[in-house]
């Protein structure tokens, strides 16, 4: 960004430079506007500012056109405020550092190091939609947004707030996503079952296209470290939200997250915050929601309780599913984790990010 000086130039320091070059002083330019010394003092040392009518008057005397006077006034009132805000914001740089920086610079949603506490706090605030600290404890915790309550009460309220206000900046207010079509949810899912075959980033691509056609948004946000949430659901505007983070970085858990969110879409109402791993009954629903989609419960049986790559790829076929979600339920049936991982794709977030 384009570095801001550190000082401001008043309108008095160009009237100065102009009685300089006439060869008058403060008592003969008094005269001449018509007003006091102390006004014209006041208004050489920046401290009276410069009214439409004396800017009229400056015209009159100096042969300067009013505009430029009221520009030269208009500027350093504005620098003067830029000044103001600076020793503000890093007056709040003490309580932003509750906040993720580190990991929002990672990902470069702020771009400002570490000793640009004034720049860092104006990003972070950009980020919260919010003008001040203040006014943003003010409007998450006390605000008519129901999810955006919830979130603020909860442990590493911060770091949460952080993740989803990330995500409400890829969304943009939702304008241009059509109005939620639960029928035409229904008809994606059995598809979006299917894709799990493809190659990962080109299926999700394909999925977050598919899902904002029936009034789903669908957006990837690299996890807080420490948050240890994989996906979230919400409802915005009369639309489904739903946040993954990739967290564990490979393709069979990447789909159980978004059916379980899927799930949540489905089978609950639009005033919550759905968060994985609440341990309430929503999230067991959402769940069973996931696994009943991608592995019906009554093909559960037919699932090797051994180490068989071949049977793995084999249901893998006849289920039209990926591998790495069928070797998944097998996993967890039987715990035995320390197999068959050349089934399963690791995401990597970069290429998926240009979509978040």
């Known amino acids: 960004m384009t570095a801001q000086p550190n000082y401001v130039v008043t309108t008095g320091d160009f009237i100065a430079e ?11 330019l008094s005269r001449r506007l018509g007003v006091s010394r102390k006004h014209v003092s006041e208004l050489l040392h920046g401290k009276a500012p410069l009214s439409h009518s004396l800017a009229l008057a400056l015209e009159r005397v100096t042969g300067v056109p009013a505009r430029i006077w009221n520009q030269y006034e208009s500027g350093y009132r504005e620098d003067l405020a830029r000044l103001q805000e600076v020793a503000e914001l890093e007056r709040q740089y003490a309580a932003a550092k509750a906040f993720p920086l580190s990991y929002l610079r990672k990902w470069s949603y702020i771009t400002a190091g570490s000793r640009e506490r004034a720049e860092t706090v104006r990003q972070l605030l950009a980020i919260l939609g919010a003008a001040s600290l203040d006014a943003y404890e003010v409007t998450w915790r006390e605000g008519a947004v129901a999810y955006r309550r919830s979130a603020i009460a909860r442990d590493h309220g911060e770091a949460l707030v952080t993740w989803l206000a990330l995500a409400e900046r890829h969304h943009d207010g939702l304008h241009d996503v059509p109005e939620f079509d639960r029928h035409g949810l229904e008809s994606l899912i059995p598809v979006l079952r299917r894709s799990t ?9 394909a999925a977050i296209a598919g899902l904002r056609a029936v009034g789903v948004v669908l957006c990837l946000i690299p996890g807080v470290p420490g948050l240890g949430i994989h996906g979230t ?10 946040q993954l983070s990739l967290l564990w970085k490979s393709d069979d858990q990447l789909w159980f997250t978004l059916f379980h969110e ?7 109402g639009d005033r919550e915050l759905y968060l994985d791993g609440d341990g309430t009954a929503a999230e067991r629903e959402a769940d069973l929601y996931a696994s009943e989609v991608l592995i019906p419960v009554a093909e559960e049986h037919r699932l090797p309780r051994r180490r068989d790559l071949v049977a793995i790829r084999a249901l893998a076929d006849e289920w039209n599913i990926a591998p790495s979600i069928v070797l998944g339920r097998a996993q967890h049936l039987t715990r035995d984790y320390a197999w068959g991982h050349e089934l399963k794709t690791r995401i990597d977030f970069e290429p998926l990010q240009s979509e978040s």
């Not at 919400?234 to 939200?241: M, Q, S």
């Not at 899927?262 to 609950?268: A, I, Q």
């Open 18 to 28: 102009w009685m300089e070059g006439e060869g008058i002083n403060a008592a003969e």
């Open 197 to 205: 075959r493809d190659d990962p980033t080109t299926a999700i691509e």
């Open 233 to 242: 659901t919400r409802w915005v505007n009369g639309h489904p939200v739903i």
């Open 262 to 268: 899927l799930g949540h879409v489905m089978l609950h």
